[in-house]
């Protein structure tokens, strides 16, 4: 059996509202995902001025025109997939003098319905993004569902890997052991934190 690393976990709080998470915030857990920029705002904002240690994770699809919130707020976004988004938050970054740590999302279950870079364009995408300079860290990807995930978890690790990247996001509440003995440093779990959403 692959030997299991202390990948970080990223308590998935959206759709969740403050009071059930500041719990875990009072304990001393540090990164948190959300996927709604606005809501993030709302619920983070005020949190994060008086927690600065908190790191808040961008895990859902960005919409351009709310790059520049984004950036203000997150300190990692997961979910890079296209030039036009590199490029915004790349002049983003630079009005703020920010340095947020980027992730590749990869679409790889080559899923229409899904966002991220096909793999055969990942090595345009990552060759861009450090022209702009932007921090690039890791992939990340989200597999098809109600299909074992582990082919795509060891094909992420393996081009991961082919980048020198030292993160990669993968893996959330039902297949999270399986995407730690692939290598992921971050996983996404929600309901096997704060319980299903309604």
Same mark, same amino acid.
Request: with cysteine.
């Given at each position: 059996?692959?030997?299991?690393?202390?990948p &970080?976990?990223?308590?998935?709080s !959206?759709? $969740?509202?403050?009071n059930? @998470?500041?719990?875990?915030?009072?304990?001393?857990? /540090? *990164?948190?995902g959300?996927?709604?920029?606005?809501?993030?705002?709302?619920?983070?904002?005020?949190?994060?001025?008086?927690?600065?240690?908190?790191?808040?994770?961008?895990?859902?699809?960005?919409?351009?025109?709310?790059?520049?919130?984004?950036?203000?707020?997150?300190?990692?976004?997961?979910?890079?997939?296209?030039?036009?988004?590199?490029?915004?938050?790349?002049?983003?970054?630079? &009005?703020?003098?920010?340095?947020? !740590?980027? $992730?590749?999302?990869?679409? @790889?279950?080559?899923?229409?319905?899904?966002?991220? /870079? *096909?793999?055969?364009?990942i090595?345009?995408?990552?060759?861009?993004?450090?022209?702009?300079?932007?921090?690039?860290?890791?992939?990340?990807?989200?597999?098809?569902?109600?299909i074992?995930?582990?082919?795509?978890?060891?094909?992420?690790?393996?081009?991961?890997?082919?980048?020198?990247?030292?993160?990669?996001?993968?893996?959330?509440?039902?297949?999270?052991?399986?995407?730690?003995?692939?290598?992921?440093?971050?996983?996404?779990?929600?309901?096997?934190?704060?319980?299903?959403?309604?």
């Amino acid at each position: 059996m692959k030997e299991l690393k202390s990948p &970080k976990i990223i308590a998935v709080s !959206k759709s $969740f509202p403050i009071n059930e @998470i500041l719990p875990l915030i009072e304990y001393g857990h /540090v *990164n948190f995902g959300e996927n709604k920029v606005q809501e993030a705002v709302d619920k983070w904002a005020k949190i994060k001025e008086e927690n600065q240690h908190i790191k808040l994770h961008m895990i859902g699809k960005l919409q351009t025109n709310k790059v520049k919130i984004a950036v203000k707020l997150f300190d990692f976004i997961h979910s890079v997939d296209n030039e036009k988004l590199a490029k915004k938050i790349a002049d983003e970054q630079l &009005k703020l003098n920010k340095n947020i !740590k980027i $992730f590749i999302q990869v679409n @790889i279950g080559l899923e229409n319905q899904k966002a991220g /870079v *096909n793999i055969e364009n990942i090595g345009e995408l990552v060759d861009y993004c450090r022209k702009l300079n932007l921090n690039l860290c890791g992939l990340m990807c989200i597999p098809p569902a109600n299909i074992k995930p582990d082919r795509y978890f060891e094909q992420m690790n393996k081009i991961n890997s082919s980048y020198n990247f030292t993160e990669l996001s993968m893996g959330m509440s039902s297949d999270y052991i399986q995407a730690a003995l692939n290598n992921a440093t971050y996983l996404r779990i929600g309901s096997s934190i704060f319980g299903k959403r309604f």
